[in-house]
């Protein structure tokens, strides 16, 4: 796993083995066999095999299910803990943003944790003087720079912490799930600095479960299962792979457990392409607009959140979003049932034969309930080769 530009990061073989220890004499054997310079008799390893390099200018996202390594990934990159196995080699000034308030005491004020972070950062006491008011005013917690860290919320300890490591602009910036705290206009505030960080040849490790950050700030993608390493590439090929397995997964928890069309979830009740309403495949000409219009059963009677994505006859996929991404909320058209209306001007397809999945998921877009597809039939001629048309201009 590598790439042009001057190396910042290289890991090579690099596994992580914590002691399996369910008791507290466990634990003390598990330290006497340590000190002895044994292997405790059993252990876990939480990673594996990591080999990983990472250059300067490079940003880099890591994604995975909980408990896949991630974190403690970041942890032994920035020498918060030690590798079991393998070389673990760091250049460059780092900065990292990962548990909520490391680095801060919590009986003193923010203004005086200040001096506290950025010391640890590698700021010097001048460079320090000269930013303190910088630091504040990107925190803007007003006048809660002067209370105790233990009286912040978790959103203010995030924005202090990031506004530490924005005056310093280091080399490589690691940070782990950042922007999951904080406001909307706190997360848009990050992701233009990080934009403007990486402009400048900042290099960035972030960890999230938000594919869209990930999408938007990184070039490139590691996705960890287990403690390994199960796909490493371009940014929207891994994530894709991601999400497709999710969606199998889902599928397969859907199956073993009373799943779509139950009364207690959510549900696709109806759904009309271009006005019909007919499941027989729909026939369109190339460049033609498709309206959708579906509408969702909500046992509850929350708004549901939708999930649409359209494959070519051989399972490639083409195209997914979902009314969270897109920030849509569904019309309440009556007690448990809610719509959603979208238009697809001008559909680049090229002829042939595609399926398009709606999906019905929860309100908090977090689990898939339902799924119904409808087959689409593009009509037309055409030489050109692959699935969607280009605008393009020969010169």
């Known amino acids: 796993m590598s790439a042009t530009g001057e190396l910042l990061v290289r890991l090579q073989g690099v596994g992580k083995r914590y002691p399996l220890v ?196 990184c070039r490139h993608a590691l996705w960890l299962q287990q403690g390994r390493v199960r796909g490493y590439g371009d940014v929207y090929e891994v994530t894709q792979d991601y999400l497709a397995y999710h969606e199998r997964k889902t599928a397969v928890e859907a199956e073993a457990t009373p799943g779509p069309g139950n009364t207690d979830g959510y549900r696709v009740e109806r759904v009309l392409l271009n006005g019909r309403e007919e499941p027989l495949p729909l026939q369109i000409g190339v460049g033609r607009d498709l309206h959708l219009e579906v509408e969702l059963h909500s046992a509850d009677d929350r708004p549901p959140q939708l999930a649409v994505g359209l494959l070519r006859a051989d399972g490639t996929a083409v195209y997914g979003n979902t009314s969270e991404i897109a920030g849509a909320r569904a019309e309440r058209l009556r007690p448990q049932r809610y719509g959603f209306r979208i238009r697809f001007e001008s559909l680049p397809l090229l002829p042939g034969q595609y399926t398009l999945k709606l999906h019905a998921m929860d309100p908090e877009g977090l689990r898939l309930f339902d799924t119904l597809a409808r087959e689409i039939v593009v009509r037309g001629e055409s030489r050109e080769l692959g699935i969607v048309r280009l605008a393009q201009h020969w010169q």
């Open 22 to 217: 369910h008791r507290k004499a466990d634990r003390m054997r598990a330290m006497l066999r340590l000190v002895a310079g044994r292997r405790s008799i059993a252990d876990v390893a939480v990673l594996q095999g990591i080999d990983l390099e990472v250059h300067r200018g490079e940003s880099l996202g890591v994604i995975g299910e909980n408990g896949a390594g991630k974190s403690t990934l970041l942890k032994v990159l920035t020498g918060v803990l030690n590798a079991s196995e393998g070389s673990v080699e760091v250049r460059g000034s780092v900065g990292a943003l990962l548990e909520l308030g490391a680095g801060f005491h919590p009986e003193y004020t923010g203004r005086e944790n200040i001096a506290t972070a950025a010391a640890l950062l590698g700021m010097g006491s001048e460079e320090i003087r000269a930013k303190t008011e910088q630091i504040i005013a990107w925190a803007d917690i007003g006048r809660y720079i002067d209370e105790p860290i233990k009286h912040y919320s978790t959103g203010m300890v995030v924005r202090l912490g990031f506004a530490v490591v924005a005056a310093r602009r280091p080399e490589l910036l690691i940070t782990d799930e950042v922007l999951a705290v904080g406001d909307e206009s706190f997360q848009k505030k990050c992701v233009r600095w990080i934009e403007d960080y990486l402009g400048g040849g900042g290099t960035l490790l972030l960890v999230s479960h938000s594919m869209y950050h990930v999408q938007k700030l």
